[in-house]
T-cell receptor
Framework: DTEVTQTPKHLVMGMTNKKSLKCEQH?????MYWYKQKAKKPPELMFV???????INESVPSRFSPECPNSSLLNLHLHALQPEDSALYLC??????????????FGDGTRLSIL | AQKVTQAQTEISVVEKEDVTLDCVYE???????LFWYKQPPSGELVFLIR??????QNEISGRYSWNFQKSTSSFNFTITASQVVDSAVYFC???????????????FGKGTKLSVIP
């Protein structure tokens, strides 16, 4: 079983809906990541939180709003999404430190479909 | 410029055959890390191995082995006696350094889809 838990596993929403994706880890990791993955493509980094502070925003549209309420939780708030936002959204976590060799541990993802 | 190249888009093998997945990377850093991840149809990316740029020792873990060659900037992955459960997309990834505040970015290759036929 994965140590990074994402909910929901599947989400279908209309373009005017507001929904949130949730991610939880209890490995004591202080870096957490959101990725977007389209079919047959590699994951694309969206956001990185380090010590609960946003450290990277890869020019993601404002209709995606991340939140890290504590060291174990990471949310992605969705509003007014477009059909092209349909994808698998992956959460990951890793240890932090002076070395960048810590593997990122991924959740199962949320399959999002925008109608 | 693409930094991680997985030239094989799809590979099919018959069960029990050996298969090698190729990964070629590009970086100007002298210190970097390479990773392999497995993504089964369920979606989760499963960490398989990491290797730092100073350690060129090959590694074997059960049926899996990795060949890291800095001279050719390659980090290839071999599955011996493949099984149906090995069917998945395999990603090679590179991390080159700080993104800030202790985190880092992974650059993924496009992935290789492996199908193991019974």
């Amino acid at each position: 079983d994965t140590e990074v838990t994402q909910t929901p596993k599947h989400l279908v929403m209309g373009m005017t809906n507001k929904k949130s994706l949730k991610c939880e880890q209890h490995m004591g990791h202080r870096a957490m990541y959101w990725y977007k993955q389209k079919a047959k493509k590699p994951p694309e980094l969206m956001f990185v939180y380090s010590y609960e502070k946003l450290s990277i925003n890869e020019s993601v549209p404002s209709r995606f709003s991340p939140e890290c309420p504590n060291s174990s939780l990471l949310n992605l708030h969705l509003h007014a999404l477009q059909p092209e936002d349909s994808a698998l959204y992956l959460c990951a976590s890793s240890q932090v430190g002076t070395a960048f060799n810590q593997p990122q541990h991924f959740g199962d993802g949320t399959r999002l479909s925008i109608l | 410029a693409q930094k991680v190249t997985q030239a094989q888009t799809e590979i099919s093998v018959v069960e029990k055959e050996d298969v090698t997945l190729d990964c070629v990377y590009e970086t100007r850093d002298t210190t970097y890390y390479l990773f392999w991840y497995k993504q089964p149809p369920s979606g989760e990316l499963v960490f398989l191995i990491r290797r730092n740029s100073f350690d060129e020792q090959n590694e074997i873990s059960g049926r899996y082995s990795w060949n890291f060659q800095k001279s050719t900037s390659s980090f290839n992955f071999t599955i011996t006696a493949s099984q149906v459960v090995d069917s998945a997309v395999y990603f090679c990834a590179l991390s080159e350094g700080y993104s800030g505040a202790g985190s880092y970015q992974l650059t993924f290759g496009k992935g290789t889809k492996l199908s193991v036929i019974p």
